[in-house]
Nanobody, 114 residues
Framework: VQLQASGGGWVQAGGSLKLSCAVS????????ISWYRQRPGQEREWVAR???????SYPDSVEGRFSISRDYAKNMVYLQMSSLRPEDTAVYYC?????????WGQGTLVTVSS
């Protein structure tokens, strides 16, 4: 399984960005999906996940501002981010869990200026 994240860039505080993640293989590869980020000097942290039934969860730091989604027809995963803050600056990674293993994308950089 290969994942290709895109959509990162520079945005002013309060703005929005939508990240995309193209996933190779069948629709089964995007049943368990999540997004993580790694802020400068910090460890990678989870920011969104969706289970096979479509239930989503988010940490308090992004709840109400971030939204994860997927498109089975295109085998794509998305992260809609709004009301962005400078502390959201990070490299964002998409991840799937498939056949007992985690599969990661290469990351896309999001920079939020104040």
């Amino acid at each position: 399984v290969q994942l290709q994240a895109s959509g990162g860039g520079w945005v002013q505080a309060g703005g929005s960005l939508k990240l995309s993640c193209a996933v190779s293989g069948s629709a089964a590869t995007i049943r368990y999906i999540s997004w993580y980020r790694q802020r400068p000097g910090q460890e990678r942290e989870w920011v969104a996940r969706m289970d096979p039934g479509g239930s989503t969860s988010y940490p308090d730091s992004v709840e109400g501002r971030f939204s994860i989604s997927r498109d089975y027809a295109k085998n794509m995963v998305y992260l809609q981010m709004s009301s962005l803050r400078p502390e959201d600056t990070a490299v964002y990674y998409c991840k799937t869990y498939y056949r007992g293993s985690d599969h990661w994308g290469q990351g896309t950089l999001v920079t939020v200026s104040s």
